[in-house]
């Protein structure tokens, strides 16, 4: 059984460097209780299996925990071409002292060649990790062969380089951010001004003044817009009902009564369709969110440009933030920037509301279901109450915002160009 071999030639592996755990045997041994037998046969495996050399010691706080965020932010954490690295040694050095891991790197990203794994002594692998010994020696091994030599050891060490990375990353981040923070605030807060918003609002707000009843109508619409219309349908079950109620009438007829039916003609199976009522699609409303949101997007846009605005100010004030306090930070922002892209949106659906096609549409529904008298001739919806006509005109569109600050600061505060990468 091939699973089986592989599974111990791993536990041989991870026990040699000394790292097999409790759990892992417990593990295996529940994954095989169907073989029942395997498991004292692993168990006596493992213990033969026992290094000759002791497991390496303790792990030391690493160099990267040491790091203050001035240091961090000038360090290189990649490495572009690892082997061309001084002292690069292609086997692992006789010693008891774990390594550094000092470079990350992935050559799919850069050289373009996988580099030669230590570990599995050629070339086998594009990403990796230098790590590198007290003396300066250095081994380069693949992402997952550091663990296969130095368990959980090296676990901790690639934890503690990739916070270390991580923590530098957020550092830039946040650098890069407050550099473009106040020319992100003034367009954020120039945005709202754009006549686009003016004119969403004054016309949301005419459309409810001059035709009520039926912008009342659409904002109490199912929110998929869809308009149905009365129609009638042919009723098969009634007709058959129909059907059986005269079969049953004709076989409970003496022959005389049936013969008196005859002479007059009516004897025959009742004939016509009969109808019922029921509702068909009309039409989908275009840009429904128009007639149904009660916030126009200009307000929710001045809500949210004081929110960054706090959270910017909040960001330049942080002393010696946590990483997780900068994690939170850059998802709230994404967020933010991704709501003022939906809230400027929102002006696309007026467009689409207003289009004469649409408004021709939801016209049609409205006489029939609403009341007669209401009227579009392309750019005006008329509606006579009461002798008064009440009239709404279509807006000339104006326009649309230039928002594309918002996704130039997303690439500002989200990238990072300078990754670390030695070149
Ligand atoms: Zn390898």
């Known amino acids: 059984m091939s699973g089986y071999q592989k599974l111990d030639d791993d536990d041989a592996v991870k026990h040699r460097s000394g790292q097999i755990g409790r759990t892992t045997i417990l593990g295996k041994n529940k994954k095989r209780s169907n073989s029942g037998h395997r498991w004292p046969i692993t168990l006596m495996e493992v213990q033969l299996l026992r290094p000759h050399q002791s497991a390496p010691g303790p792990t030391k706080v690493g160099r990267w925990g040491k790091l203050s965020d001035s240091e961090l932010l000038e360090v290189d954490f990649l490495s572009k071409d690892p082997s061309s690295l001084p002292n690069v040694l292609l086997e692992i050095p006789q010693t008891e002292a774990l390594p550094e891991v000092e470079f990350a790197y992935d050559t799919s990203q850069t050289i373009g060649v996988k580099v030669r794994c230590v570990h599995c002594r050629y070339e086998n692998h594009n990403r990796g990790f230098v790590l590198q010994f007290e003396n300066g020696d250095r081994v380069l091994v693949g992402g997952t062969c550091g663990k296969k030599r130095y368990g959980a050891d090296f676990q901790t060490l690639e934890r503690d380089f990739e916070a270390a990375r991580q923590r530098a990353s957020y550092l830039k981040r946040r650098n890069q951010t407050l550099a473009h923070a106040a020319t992100f605030r003034s367009a954020l807060e120039q945005l709202p001004l754009h006549p686009a918003f003016v004119s969403y609002k004054k016309t949301k707000r005419e459309f409810s003044r001059s035709v009520t009843a039926l912008a009342r109508a659409l904002h109490d619409l199912p929110s998929d817009g869809q308009l ?30 049936m013969a008196t039916l005859q002479r007059g003609g009516k004897h025959l199976p009742p004939r016509g369709h009969i109808f019922r009522d029921s509702e068909e699609p009309h039409w989908k409303v275009k840009g429904i969110d128009f007639f149904q949101s009660t916030h126009s997007p200009d307000g929710e846009l001045s809500s949210i440009s004081q929110r960054a605005g706090s959270a910017l100010a909040n960001l330049a004030q942080m002393q010696n933030p946590k990483t997780f306090e900068l994690r939170q930070f850059f998802q709230a922002m994404n967020d933010l920037l991704n709501v003022i892209e939906r809230q400027t949106l929102r002006l696309n659906e007026m467009s689409s509301a207003l289009e004469a096609a649409n408004v021709a549409k939801i016209v049609e529904w409205a006489q029939k279901r609403l009341d007669k008298s209401y009227s579009f001739d392309g750019l005006v919806i008329r509606h006579t109450s009461d002798g008064a006509v009440a009239e709404f005109r279509v807006p000339n569109t104006i326009g649309f915002p230039d928002y594309s600050f918002v996704s130039d600061f997303r690439d500002q505060m989200n990238e990072v160009r300078n990754d670390g990468v030695r070149s």
């Open 228 to 257: 149905y219309l009365p129609t009638k349908v042919r009723d098969f079950e009634a007709e058959n009902r129909r059907y059986e109620r005269w079969e049953r009438q004709m076989g409970s007829l003496t022959k005389t009564e």
